[in-house]
């Protein structure tokens, strides 16, 4: 199997949560001792709305979860 951005992704979070913390952490001082630019504003914007539709999204089906749970009940 190639090592993709998405296939890291899947096996980041098949971990428990103790070693995506340690995961993560590692990430993070290594991303902030590459030479890249800031990001824009745009990109930031961009970034800000996927996680707005992923976090709605979420929402949704949380209340469908529990729409399903009131009506079995």
Same mark, same amino acid.
């Given at each position: +199997?190639? =090592? !993709?951005p998405q296939? @890291? $992704?899947?096996?980041?979070?098949? %971990? #428990?949560? /103790?070693? *995506?913390?340690? /995961? =993560?952490?590692? &990430?993070? *001082?290594?991303?902030?001792? $590459?030479? &890249? #630019? #800031? %990001? !824009?504003d745009a990109? $930031? !914007?961009? @970034?800000a709305d996927? %996680?707005?539709?992923?976090?709605? *999204? +979420?929402? =949704?089906?949380? =209340?469908? !979860? *529990?729409?399903?749970?009131? $009506?079995?009940?």
């Amino acid at each position: +199997m190639q =090592a !993709t951005p998405q296939n @890291i $992704l899947e096996a980041f979070n098949q %971990l #428990p949560e /103790i070693e *995506k913390h340690v /995961i =993560a952490s590692e &990430i993070i *001082k290594q991303v902030a001792l $590459l030479d &890249i #630019p #800031p %990001l !824009t504003d745009a990109a $930031l !914007t961009e @970034i800000a709305d996927a %996680l707005f539709v992923e976090h709605d *999204k +979420m929402e =949704a089906e949380d =209340a469908q !979860t *529990k729409s399903r749970g009131s $009506l079995a009940g």
